[in-house]
């Protein structure tokens, strides 16, 4: 018989979870999808009953996202601007339905190359603590999602939020999500940008990140650093090139070619410029 | 650990597994029908309910998290005294329940609206709706229902008085439980005692198999009562549609020809049928090559069934006149390919009934388009005689044409039989995906030739249809299409031929169109691309062609009456030109990155069954009491048969719809009215039902010996007739209650559509009567992605008369969605897209606008004029949003669907030839 713990307290959960291997489910949403037709048998660790984990806010120099906040929770936080691509992701993700019980932690842990909420953590460059019986530790969010639904937490870890550093008052972000229709969408591409501006008008800094077109949503590292010092205006968009979008590794699937997903994320990663220097 | 929580306002308490799914509770564990499942993975939306007041998927949520907090579900929308909500009339009114299987997610996620935003925008509406699927409505009379609670229109909906069905909109006779959440479907039915049955399927292709030892298996799983196998099976073990091919296993023997096929079958307590792992059945298989698409056609293809060489199942053939030399005279021969995949119905309700044994019968209460036809395939399987099945249909959450064939009937039959206890099934989503049939997927090479003038000369073409591991409807697909291959106009001359060809896949069966929508992309492009070339607007040169009356078809069958083609195309002369100006004029100003388009589709389509006798039988009875009763046997699937074959029947009686009781379905109480397939049962059934009523009325007035004029008053226990100033009364106690159902009178009818079988050259009139259609669809493109998205539709359809506006406006509204989804985004691939996270249907957003114009060019032989709409409707669809593409960007689609990565990949082709 398996067995269902679901804790108050979070040592108990760490506790529960040194003791033996469980699985973390929170609003279920990527959990039941996986056993349709099947037994559910293995050993729960319930997360939500956990006191103050599902908090959204502000901590000094960074936001805080805990590990219950539900995507509905994001959409109605109080965020500086440049959360607006979070929040936009946070639309995106299923219906309202899955948006009121699915947690932006478990889509960073469910890991999959189109998990809706990676792009735009990775592009706010976002760290994920981890706590266990032994202590907590934070590592960079690119650094927590390995693979296809692989991460670096330990059986013996659970995540315990995301810590977002704060950008400049003036940043603003954006997110564009391409799929076959309009609601309930799996992304063929996604793209999540946050950009900040010198005092001159010209990029400061520019993050970029593309989902769905590589294991992993990807910095686009070296069109970011090419546009840095640039007059941050309708120009900036033209210059993206090919070349910038090679560091991806699209595959082709039923939602669409690896040559269209590269082809698509060229027009997305202007577009989400062009969004941003309008 | 009992979970102890609110459901309604009211205290509830489960035992439940603390893991156990919200849903399942609700359901199973604690009576709560009302609540549905499409897919228990959160991607239909069907089982919302709101939780502390946020709507959510039920069948996401572990029961544990419910402790302590509020459940509501749609059994909680009533008022205390059973008074509807507002919302839920609203719907009701609307006809924006069709066969409500999605219905209490749809008015749950409004619900959840509401508590936030009294007074939402349609975009507001369809954000906080859009987590719901529907398959049948088109969400246009949703969102109209759902913006009445914000702004009443003022739409008042009577009761029509006696005479007065025909035409009316009606509210639907099951609408109310629709709206409820008492109405019963296929999973909602079975006794608490039941045993649960289980499918083991094949997870291969093509395989040869053994099967290995059981006895594991009961030793391990004490609730496991029987593992079912082909050697089970009491009587023929095989099924299919026609008489004389029964060539798909009940339960597969020794081989399996597609992946899905059913292989075993558990059959135990849930826990026990449920827990036992797939892998952990013993069943050993040796893996063979499979027969993908027209794979089965090269030389050197396996066999994959004794009777068809070359695994050709069958040829389909139409000639008419001398198609090849007479292209010689055309002045302009456009010639093209075009390809579709296979596309999945998608109706929300997955398969599932359930069988008791009653002494030497067998009784199947399930979810069906067909009951008649079930009841012949069961008995078969069983070895029993056709009488000796009972089919109990239960409200059917979308049919499409994939439930015709038999889904959950053998497993559930054959383990009834065998162990004389009730037996239950219901499929998962990925069951019903990998093991219903499907569209046929097309290969079609067709040309078509024209004058200068704009007149046409001939249509030939050829076309493949794979049908999947079995022959299931291959037969009528091959012989449809080339009956109506040329498209809604007079041709001179004809040349079509079709292959039915066998693939290790899932069954093509039938799907809304018979393969016609297929057809109909090829005629209709190539129709644009003829007006194209000899510089004709597009509109006009099809209404030159129309077919009208008078003119013979492919088939030599001369219309005589109803062939409204060209009154749709003038009805829709307006939008279309104001809409390609508008288009021409956007495209103008605009970047060049967001283009519009606007195209145009026609159909045709015969109602019936092609070439056969496809009769219906109806029967209406007054008992002693003076209850009038319609006894149909016409399944409603959502479609609104109920109601339409009791307003017919009503005015053929003369009575007010709502004095008259229905009784529909049970093979038991009801004469067979055929399958709710072809568009058939407006036309055919509703003939019977009518006469049936006037049957009755002519008996009554012979009663009374008054003439035809008299009327009747129908009272309790008694009759009123008057013809002018004589009155008679006929006490009901008065006559012998021995008549059919304990009725003292009983009126009956069957009507057969007329049709000739077809020659070799396929010549003969193989419909009693043909649909008629046009759609403009208005696009935007985006040329950078290969985004389609359809802004508009204005759809024209030739319904011979309309029994009830709101249910044809919500058969064109429905059709228009599935064939946008087939024209966009819909392509089925066996083991690869069994979830409707993968294989996607139209959601709120992306079905537009439609505005429906009713053309009522009349049928003499259909009920008071009418003929089929349920097809129709798809048809015309795919080639007029394929035609807007082309506006929209000069590139012209041929394979459906256009998803963004076709639709791109041809812009680019195409600007690489520039």
Request: charged share 20%; aromatic share 6%.
């Given at each position: 018989?398996?067995?269902?713990?679901?804790?108050?307290?979070?040592?108990?959960?760490?506790?529960?979870?040194?003791?033996?291997?469980?699985?973390?489910?929170?609003?279920?949403?990527?959990?039941?999808?996986?056993?349709?037709?099947?037994?559910?048998?293995?050993?729960?660790?319930?997360?939500?009953?956990?006191?103050?984990?599902?908090?959204?806010?502000?901590?000094?120099?960074?936001?805080?996202?805990?590990?219950?906040?539900?995507?509905?929770?994001?959409?109605?936080?109080?965020?500086?601007?440049?959360?607006?691509?979070?929040?936009?992701?946070?639309?995106?993700?299923?219906?309202?339905?899955?948006?009121?019980?699915?947690?932006?932690?478990?889509?960073?842990?469910?890991?999959?190359?189109?998990?809706?909420?990676?792009?735009?953590?990775?592009?706010?460059?976002?760290?994920?603590?981890?706590?266990?019986?032994?202590?907590?530790?934070?590592?960079?969010?690119?650094?927590?999602?390995?693979?296809?639904?692989?991460?670096?937490?330990?059986?013996?870890?659970?995540?315990?939020?995301?810590?977002?550093?704060?950008?400049?008052?003036?940043?603003?972000?954006?997110?564009?999500?391409?799929?076959?229709?309009?609601?309930?969408?799996?992304?063929?591409?996604?793209?999540?940008?946050?950009?900040?501006?010198?005092?001159?008008?010209?990029?400061?800094?520019?993050?970029?990140?593309?989902?769905?077109?590589?294991?992993?949503?990807?910095?686009?590292?070296?069109?970011?650093?090419?546009?840095?010092?640039?007059?941050?205006?309708?120009?900036?968009?033209?210059?993206?090139?090919?070349?910038?979008?090679?560091?991806?590794?699209?595959?082709?699937?039923?939602?669409?070619?690896?040559?269209?997903?590269?082809?698509?994320?060229?027009?997305?990663?202007?577009?989400?410029?062009?969004?941003?220097?309008? | 650990?009992?979970?102890?929580?609110?459901?309604?306002?009211?205290?509830?308490?489960?035992?439940?597994?603390?893991?156990?799914?919200?849903?399942?509770?609700?359901?199973?564990?604690?009576?709560?029908?009302?609540?549905?499942?499409?897919?228990?993975?959160?991607?239909?939306?069907?089982?919302?309910?709101?939780?502390?007041?946020?709507?959510?998927?039920?069948?996401?949520?572990?029961?544990?998290?419910?402790?302590?907090?509020?459940?509501?579900?749609?059994?909680?929308?009533?008022?205390?005294?059973?008074?509807?909500?507002?919302?839920?009339?609203?719907?009701?009114?609307?006809?924006?329940?069709?066969?409500?299987?999605?219905t209490p997610g749809m008015l749950m996620a409004a619900a959840d609206m509401f508590k936030h935003n009294a007074t939402p925008s349609d975009d507001q509406i369809m954000d906080a709706m859009g987590g719901v699927l529907c398959r049948c409505t088109g969400y246009n009379k949703i969102v109209d229902a759902v913006k009445h609670v914000v702004q009443p229109n003022g739409v008042d909906f009577v009761s029509p008085d006696a005479g007065g069905a025909m035409g009316a909109r009606t509210l639907k006779t099951d609408g109310i439980q629709k709206v409820d959440g008492t109405e019963l479907f296929g999973a909602d039915?079975?006794?608490?005692?039941?045993?649960?049955?289980?499918?083991?399927?094949?997870?291969?292709?093509?395989?040869?198999?053994?099967?290995?030892?059981?006895?594991?298996?009961?030793?391990?799983?004490?609730?496991?009562?029987?593992?079912?196998?082909?050697?089970?099976?009491?009587?023929?073990?095989?099924?299919?549609?026609?008489?004389?091919?029964?060539?798909?296993?009940?339960?597969?023997?020794?081989?399996?020809?597609?992946?899905?096929?059913?292989?075993?079958?558990?059959?135990?307590?849930?826990?026990?049928?449920?827990?036992?792992?797939?892998?952990?059945?013993?069943?050993?298989?040796?893996?063979?090559?499979?027969?993908?698409?027209?794979?089965?056609?090269?030389?050197?293809?396996?066999?994959m069934h004794d009777a068809n060489p070359g695994n050709i199942l069958a040829h389909g053939y139409v000639k008419k006149g001398e198609a090849k030399s007479a292209m010689e005279t055309a002045d302009v021969v456009v010639e093209d390919s075009f390809v579709t995949g296979f596309v999945e119905h998608g109706y929300i309700e997955p398969e599932a009934g359930w069988a008791q044994r009653v002494g030497d019968r067998l009784e199947i209460t399930v979810s069906t388009q067909a009951p008649y036809m079930d009841r012949d395939e069961v008995a078969q399987i069983i070895g029993i005689p056709n009488e000796s099945v009972?089919?109990?249909?239960?409200?059917?959450?979308?049919?499409?044409?994939?439930?015709?064939?038999?889904?959950?009937?053998?497993?559930?039959?054959?383990?009834?039989?065998?162990?004389?206890?009730?037996?239950?099934?219901?499929?998962?989503?990925?069951?019903?995906?990998?093991?219903?049939?499907?569209?046929?997927?097309?290969?079609?090479?067709?040309?078509?030739?024209?004058?200068?003038?704009?007149?046409?000369?001939?249509?030939?073409?050829?076309?493949?249809?794979?049908?999947?591991?079995?022959?299931?409807?291959?037969?009528?697909?091959?012989?449809?299409?080339?009956?109506?291959?040329?498209?809604?106009?007079?041709?001179?001359?004809?040349?079509?031929?079709?292959?039915?060809?066998?693939?290790?896949?899932?069954?093509?069966?039938?799907?809304?169109?018979?393969?016609?929508?297929?057809?109909?992309?090829?005629?209709?492009?190539?129709?644009?691309?003829?007006?194209?070339?000899?510089?004709?607007?597009?509109?006009?040169?099809?209404?030159?062609?129309?077919?009208?009356?008078?003119?013979?078809?492919?088939?030599?069958?001369?219309?005589?009456?109803?062939?409204?083609?060209?009154?749709?195309?003038?009805?829709?002369?307006?939008?279309?030109?104001?809409?390609?100006?508008?288009?021409?004029?956007?495209?103008?100003?605009?970047?060049?990155?967001?283009?519009?388009?606007?195209?145009?589709?026609?159909?045709?389509?015969?109602?019936?069954?092609?070439?056969?006798?496809?009769?219906?039988?109806?029967?209406?009875?007054?008992?002693?009491?003076?209850?009038?009763?319609?006894?149909?046997?016409?399944?409603?699937?959502?479609?609104?048969?109920?109601?339409?074959?009791?307003?017919?029947?009503?005015?053929?009686?003369?009575?007010?719809?709502?004095?008259?009781?229905?009784?529909?379905?049970?093979?038991?109480?009801?004469?067979?009215?055929?399958?709710?397939?072809?568009?058939?049962?407006?036309y055919v059934s509703g003939r019977a039902a009518m006469e049936a009523g006037q049957d009755l009325r002519g008996q009554i007035l012979r009663l009374a010996n008054v003439g035809d004029d008299a009327s009747i008053e129908f009272g309790e226990g008694r009759l009123t007739v008057t013809e002018g100033d004589a009155v008679r009364v006929i006490d009901l106690s008065d006559l012998s209650d021995d008549k059919l159902h304990g009725n003292v009178l009983v009126g009956e009818a069957t009507f057969d559509p007329p049709a000739t079988p077809l020659d070799d050259m396929g010549q003969g009139n193989p419909y009693g009567?043909?649909?008629?259609?046009?759609?403009?669809?208005?696009?935007?493109?985006?040329?950078?992605?290969?985004?389609?998205?359809?802004?508009?539709?204005?759809?024209?359809?030739?319904?011979?008369?309309?029994?009830?506006?709101?249910?044809?406006?919500?058969?064109?509204?429905?059709?228009?969605?599935?064939?946008?989804?087939?024209?966009?985004?819909?392509?089925?691939?066996?083991?690869?897209?069994?979830?409707?996270?993968?294989?996607?249907?139209?959601?709120?957003?992306?079905?537009?606008?439609?505005?429906?114009?009713?053309?009522?060019?009349?049928?003499?032989?259909?009920?008071?004029?009418?003929?089929?709409?349920?097809?129709?409707?798809?048809?015309?669809?795919?080639?007029?949003?394929?035609?807007?593409?082309?506006?929209?960007?000069?590139?012209?689609?041929?394979?459906?669907?256009?998803?963004?990565?076709?639709?791109?990949?041809?812009?680019?082709?195409?600007?690489?030839?520039?």
């Amino acid at each position: 018989m398996s067995s269902y713990l679901r804790p108050t307290e979070l040592d108990e959960a760490l506790q529960a979870l040194a003791a033996g291997d469980r699985i973390i489910v929170a609003g279920g949403t990527d959990f039941y999808p996986a056993r349709v037709g099947k037994p559910v048998d293995e050993d729960i660790l319930d997360v939500t009953a956990i006191d103050g984990l599902r908090r959204i806010e502000p901590r000094g120099d960074h936001f805080h996202i805990g590990a219950t906040a539900t995507w509905t929770d994001l959409i109605r936080a109080d965020l500086p601007d440049w959360f607006r691509a979070m929040k936009q992701a946070a639309r995106e993700v299923g219906g309202v339905q899955i948006q009121n019980a699915g947690t932006i932690i478990g889509n960073i842990c469910n890991a999959s190359p189109a998990a809706d909420g990676v792009p735009g953590l990775v592009a706010l460059d976002a760290s994920v603590v981890l706590g266990s019986v032994s202590g907590e530790r934070e590592v960079p969010i690119t650094e927590f999602v390995l693979g296809n639904r692989k991460t670096a937490r330990k059986p013996d870890e659970m995540v315990l939020g995301l810590n977002i550093p704060v950008c400049g008052t003036d940043a603003k972000s954006a997110f564009l999500k391409l799929g076959a229709r309009k609601y309930l969408v799996i992304s063929i591409v996604m793209v999540s940008a946050v950009l900040e501006k010198a005092a001159d008008g010209t990029v400061e800094r520019l993050r970029i990140a593309v989902g769905s077109c590589s294991e992993v949503a990807k910095r686009l590292t070296a069109l970011e650093a090419d546009l840095v010092g640039k007059p941050a205006d309708g120009g900036l968009a033209a210059l993206v090139t090919e070349d910038h979008i090679a560091p991806l590794s699209p595959i082709g699937d039923v939602r669409g070619s690896a040559e269209y997903r590269s082809d698509a994320a060229l027009t997305l990663v202007r577009r989400a410029i062009a969004e941003l220097t309008e | 650990m009992s979970i102890s929580f609110n459901l309604n306002g009211k205290p509830a308490v489960t035992d439940a597994a603390p893991a156990r799914r919200l849903a399942h509770v609700l359901r199973e564990d604690l009576g709560f029908t009302g609540t549905k499942i499409g897919c228990d993975a959160g991607d239909c939306g069907a089982c919302t309910v709101l939780l502390d007041g946020e709507q959510v998927c039920s069948c996401l949520v572990p029961v544990a998290q419910v402790a302590d907090r509020d459940v509501t579900t749609v059994e909680g929308l009533a008022s205390a005294d059973g008074r509807l909500s507002e919302l839920q009339q609203a719907f009701h009114e609307y006809g924006a329940a069709q066969c409500g299987i999605c219905t209490p997610g749809m008015l749950m996620a409004a619900a959840d609206m509401f508590k936030h935003n009294a007074t939402p925008s349609d975009d507001q509406i369809m954000d906080a709706m859009g987590g719901v699927l529907c398959r049948c409505t088109g969400y246009n009379k949703i969102v109209d229902a759902v913006k009445h609670v914000v702004q009443p229109n003022g739409v008042d909906f009577v009761s029509p008085d006696a005479g007065g069905a025909m035409g009316a909109r009606t509210l639907k006779t099951d609408g109310i439980q629709k709206v409820d959440g008492t109405e019963l479907f296929g999973a909602d039915v079975a006794p608490a005692d039941a045993l649960w049955a289980r499918t083991i399927r094949s997870p291969h292709h093509s395989a040869t198999f053994t099967l290995g030892d059981f006895d594991d298996l009961y030793k391990k799983w004490p609730g496991l009562e029987r593992v079912f196998t082909a050697a089970d099976v009491p009587g023929n073990n095989g099924y299919g549609i026609y008489p004389e091919i029964k060539d798909q296993p009940a339960f597969a023997d020794g081989q399996v020809r597609f992946k899905g096929e059913t292989v075993v079958a558990l059959v135990g307590t849930h826990e026990a049928v449920y827990g036992i792992r797939d892998e952990d059945v013993p069943i050993n298989y040796e893996l063979r090559e499979p027969l993908f698409g027209f794979a089965g056609l090269d030389d050197g293809a396996h066999q994959m069934h004794d009777a068809n060489p070359g695994n050709i199942l069958a040829h389909g053939y139409v000639k008419k006149g001398e198609a090849k030399s007479a292209m010689e005279t055309a002045d302009v021969v456009v010639e093209d390919s075009f390809v579709t995949g296979f596309v999945e119905h998608g109706y929300i309700e997955p398969e599932a009934g359930w069988a008791q044994r009653v002494g030497d019968r067998l009784e199947i209460t399930v979810s069906t388009q067909a009951p008649y036809m079930d009841r012949d395939e069961v008995a078969q399987i069983i070895g029993i005689p056709n009488e000796s099945v009972r089919i109990i249909p239960t409200a059917c959450g979308g049919g499409f044409g994939g439930k015709l064939d038999l889904g959950v009937h053998p497993v559930i039959g054959v383990a009834a039989w065998v162990l004389n206890k009730p037996v239950r099934c219901t499929w998962t989503r990925i069951e019903s995906m990998a093991a219903s049939t499907k569209r046929h997927p097309s290969r079609i090479t067709a040309r078509y030739g024209c004058t200068k003038d704009g007149d046409l000369v001939a249509y030939d073409m050829s076309g493949d249809f794979n049908t999947g591991a079995y022959v299931s409807w291959g037969l009528t697909v091959k012989d449809r299409v080339p009956v109506h291959a040329t498209g809604p106009y007079y041709v001179p001359h004809v040349e079509a031929a079709t292959r039915a060809v066998f693939a290790n896949e899932t069954p093509a069966g039938a799907f809304r169109g018979f393969g016609i929508p297929q057809a109909a992309i090829a005629h209709d492009t190539l129709m644009d691309m003829m007006a194209d070339e000899i510089g004709m607007d597009i509109l006009e040169f099809r209404l030159r062609n129309a077919i009208r009356k008078g003119q013979d078809t492919a088939t030599g069958q001369v219309l005589e009456y109803s062939a409204g083609l060209d009154q749709c195309l003038v009805a829709l002369r307006e939008p279309w030109q104001k809409a390609r100006a508008a288009a021409e004029k956007f495209n103008a100003e605009s970047d060049g990155v967001t283009r519009r388009g606007v195209g145009l589709g026609c159909m045709w389509y015969g109602c019936g069954n092609t070439s056969l006798s496809n009769p219906s039988t109806m029967h209406v009875g007054i008992a002693a009491d003076g209850t009038v009763t319609l006894y149909s046997g016409a399944q409603d699937i959502g479609q609104g048969t109920n109601t339409t074959m009791m307003q017919v029947a009503a005015d053929g009686l003369g009575i007010r719809m709502d004095q008259m009781e229905l009784v529909w379905g049970d093979t038991d109480k009801t004469a067979d009215a055929g399958k709710s397939s072809a568009s058939r049962q407006a036309y055919v059934s509703g003939r019977a039902a009518m006469e049936a009523g006037q049957d009755l009325r002519g008996q009554i007035l012979r009663l009374a010996n008054v003439g035809d004029d008299a009327s009747i008053e129908f009272g309790e226990g008694r009759l009123t007739v008057t013809e002018g100033d004589a009155v008679r009364v006929i006490d009901l106690s008065d006559l012998s209650d021995d008549k059919l159902h304990g009725n003292v009178l009983v009126g009956e009818a069957t009507f057969d559509p007329p049709a000739t079988p077809l020659d070799d050259m396929g010549q003969g009139n193989p419909y009693g009567t043909y649909g008629f259609g046009a759609q403009v669809a208005e696009v935007e493109v985006d040329v950078d992605l290969g985004t389609v998205k359809v802004l508009h539709v204005w759809a024209a359809h030739d319904v011979g008369a309309a029994i009830n506006p709101t249910q044809v406006e919500g058969q064109v509204h429905g059709g228009v969605a599935q064939g946008l989804g087939l024209a966009l985004m819909e392509e089925y691939l066996p083991g690869r897209t069994e979830n409707l996270h993968d294989y996607l249907i139209p959601t709120f957003g992306d079905v537009p606008p439609i505005d429906v114009y009713l053309i009522e060019d009349p049928e003499p032989t259909g009920p008071y004029g009418a003929k089929g709409i349920g097809e129709p409707a798809l048809i015309p669809t795919p080639p007029a949003i394929f035609g807007a593409i082309h506006h929209a960007t000069g590139v012209r689609m041929k394979q459906a669907p256009a998803t963004p990565d076709r639709v791109r990949a041809a812009i680019l082709a195409a600007q690489g030839e520039k």
